[in-house]
C-alpha cells in the first residue's frame, strides 16, 4: 500500500513501485491508499499484480469494521484507476 496524497478524484493511474509490503499501515478517515495485489500469472506469459484505489470513509472501532469506497483494476497490469476502460 502506499499512502497517497493526491485527492480521490485527481488519482487516475497507480505507480509502479514504492508499495509498503512488510509492515503494517497507519490508515485514518479520509485517507486514500493505493494497494498492488501480489503478482499473477497474465495472458501470455506476463505476471502482474491488479491495482486499487481505496478511500477510508469511516472507522468504527467499537464494531471493528472499515467503511471504504474502492475502485479496483481487474486488468492485469493496468495502472489505470479513472473512469472508463483503461489505456495504461
Known amino acids: 500500500m502506499i499512502d497517497s496524497t493526491t485527492p480521490w478524484d ?3 493511474l497507480a505507480p509502479i513501485d514504492g508499495y509498503t509490503t512488510d ?3 497507519r490508515i485514518d478517515s479520509g ?3 493505493i494497494a498492488a495485489s501480489r503478482a499473477q500469472g497474465c495472458n ?3 505476471v502482474r499484480p491488479l491495482y486499487a484505489k ?3 470513509d469511516q472507522i468504527d472501532r467499537a464494531q471493528r ?3 471504504t469506497l474502492t475502485v479496483t ?3 492485469c497490469g ?3 484507476l479513472g473512469p472508463g476502460i483503461p489505456v495504461q
Do not use: M, Q
Request: hydrophobic share 45%; proline share 4%.
Open 44 to 46: 501470455f506469459g506476463l
Open 31 to 33: 485517507d486514500v491508499v
Open 78 to 80: 493496468y495502472r489505470g
Open 23 to 25: 509492515k503494517a499501515v
Open 10 to 12: 485527481s488519482l487516475r
Open 54 to 56: 481505496i478511500r477510508i
Open 73 to 75: 483494476n481487474p486488468n
Open 65 to 67: 469494521r472499515i467503511v
